[in-house]
C-alpha cells in the first residue's frame, strides 16, 4: 500500500513538474511569435512611432512578470546584477540559454528594423552608448529597491503586481515622453538580453517619461 502511495505521489509530482515546464515553453513561443508579428507588422506598416515601440513594452512586462512571478529576494536579484551572474535569474524567467540566445537575437533585428524605418533614434543611441546607459548598475539597483519598498509586504520579497507593469498604451495613463529618446533608450536596453531588459527598460521611462 505505502509503495502503491509513493508511486502515485511521484506520478503527481513528476506531471506537476512537466505542466509547469509546458507552461514556461507556451509563454516563451507566444513571446517569440508576438515578436516576430510585431517585426513583419513594423516592416511594412507607415511610420507611427507610438505604436511601433509597443511590442518593445510588452517584451519587458513579459520578461518582469516571469521572473517576478514566483517572487525573489531584494538582495539575490540584486547579487545577480552586481556580480553580472543572470542565470539564476533566468532559471526563475522559464527561459532557456537557447531561447535566451533566440529572443536576444529577435530583438537585436527589430532593433534595426526600427533604426532603419526611424533613423532619428541612431543619434540618441550612439549618445546613450557613449556615455553607457545600460552600464549604470546602481541606477538599476535603485529601481529594485523603489518596487521593493512600493511592495505591501515588510518582507525583501519582490513580486509581480500592476504597478510593476507598463501598459502598452502609455500615453493612454497620462505618461508625457520625449518619445524618439525614450524609443532610443529602450533599443539600447534590448543589448543586455530579454532578462535584464525589463529592469533597463523600466529605467527608460524614469529617465524620459513624467506622468500627469
Known sequence: MKLKLKGTFFVATLLVFLTACQKNEIENNSLLNKIERYTETISTSPKNLKSDLKVLIEIRNHVAKNVLNKGIEKKELINSI??????????????????????????????????????????????MNKNCFTCDVEKQIAYINKIANSSNSSSDLISY????????????????????????????????????????????????????
Do not use: H, Q
Open 82 to 127: 552586481r556580480s553580472k551572474n543572470i542565470d539564476n535569474i533566468l532559471e526563475r524567467s522559464g527561459i532557456s540559454k537557447e531561447e535566451n540566445d533566440i529572443i536576444s537575437s529577435k530583438l537585436e533585428n527589430l532593433k534595426n528594423i526600427l533604426i532603419n524605418k526611424y533613423p532619428e533614434l541612431e543619434e540618441y543611441m550612439i549618445s
Open 161 to 212: 503586481n500592476t504597478a510593476t507593469e507598463l501598459s502598452p498604451e502609455i500615453e493612454d495613463i497620462g505618461a508625457d515622453c520625449r518619445w524618439v529618446a525614450y524609443t532610443a533608450c529602450l533599443l539600447v536596453c534590448t543589448t543586455t538580453g530579454p532578462v535584464i531588459y525589463w529592469i533597463c527598460a523600466a529605467l527608460c521611462v524614469d529617465t524620459y517619461c513624467t506622468f500627469n
